[in-house]
């Protein structure tokens, strides 16, 4: 990994290689803005694209099938602390892009599990670069895919909220290819799921759709759910588990999540006592770690803006004297 301190405009060559007498270097020209602390990584995948990297689980086209003929077989990885916006020039050898015409690069999105579209503009300095920008949002991982058949991206939220004494489930989709129907499945150990409910796709379409169900019995504890998508032809795919608590007529939850990174976000509690919050890295590095009172509400206010958090996805950890709870949070720019 290379850390970068970019507080002024100008290009930025990262000299990545990939062995020693092949250069594959990143640039990154910042525009506007400041990228603060930029940290690079890359590493080169087999020709399936495997093995993924952490929350990426996929190179699917459009249509569900595997795309990695059509991928780079290369993963590039950018977080900044601050906000800028930059032109990225991303190069490779020509055996990890062998017959791949016009890569485009694109982000992954780890909220709806998918690819994000290639912005618009992007083109091909040599046979083996893609220039793209400007780029204002970097945190998570990039690949390369080719501009013909690039890798989608399907579910844009799925939420899990109490409504009285039932579990609201909530979620929207940016497009949809091929989709017969959805299907609600809940657990009682984040393990072993069965299926709770059955609700139509849209077929196709290009446009935002939002989609509601009810769980009129949850069970007592913390509820897991997550959305099963099925195609017309069979194939499926999972979203994300959400997790809801249903005790003594309150919840854990925490929203919004995502979470801008000058926002606040307010987690629901069951009782008005003390909690232990803890903000954890995927590495298991522990960022924050307070004692908090739950208010008149039940409500804790955490406000992301103090912390110093640069934007990715953490391990939320919530405890109180008999109880513990977890969450992915999801911190955007």
Do not use: C
């Not at 759709?209 to 769980?215: F, G, K, L, V």
């Amino acid at each position: 990994m290379v850390n970068w301190i970019i507080n002024t405009n100008g290009s930025r060559i990262v000299p990545f290689g990939y062995d020693a007498a092949s250069y594959i270097p990143l640039t990154f020209q910042q525009t506007s803005g400041a990228a603060g602390t930029v940290s690079f990584a890359t590493y080169r995948t087999a020709a399936d694209n495997t093995p993924f990297p952490a929350t990426v689980t996929h190179v699917r086209d459009v249509s569900g099938a595997d795309n990695s003929s059509n991928t780079v077989d290369r993963f590039w990885h950018i977080t900044t602390t601050g906000a800028a916006n930059a032109n990225l020039t991303f190069s490779y050898v020509s055996s990890e892009g062998t017959g791949i015409l016009a890569p485009r690069a694109q982000l992954w999105e780890p909220v709806s599990t998918g690819w994000f579209p290639p912005v618009a503009g992007q083109s091909n300095p040599t046979g083996s670069s893609t220039l793209a920008g400007p780029i204002a949002a970097f945190n998570t991982w990039w690949t390369l895919a080719a501009g013909s058949s690039p890798l989608p991206i399907e579910l844009v939220s799925f939420e899990v909220k109490k409504a009285g004494s039932t579990a609201a489930i909530m979620w929207q989709t940016a497009s949809e290819i091929n989709n017969d129907y959805f299907t609600v499945e809940r657990s009682d150990d984040g393990v072993n799921f069965e299926l709770l409910l059955k609700v139509d796709g849209a077929g196709n379409s290009t446009s935002v759709r939002s989609y509601s169900a009810i769980d009129q019995s949850p069970l007592k504890g913390i509820n897991y759910y997550r959305l099963k998508q099925t195609d017309f032809d069979g194939k499926f795919t999972y979203s994300e588990i959400k997790s809801i608590y249903f005790g003594k007529g309150q919840t854990f939850s925490v929203y919004p999540n995502p979470v801008a990174s000058n926002s606040d976000f307010t987690i629901s509690v069951p009782d008005k006592a003390e909690y232990s919050i803890s903000i954890i890295e995927l590495t298991g590095k522990i960022i924050y770690s307070e004692k908090n009172s739950a208010g008149d509400k039940n409500e804790i206010i955490v406000r992301v803006n103090n912390l110093a958090i640069s934007a990715g996805i953490y391990q939320l950890v919530v405890r109180s004297a008999n109880e513990q709870y977890n969450q992915k949070l999801i911190i955007r720019k």
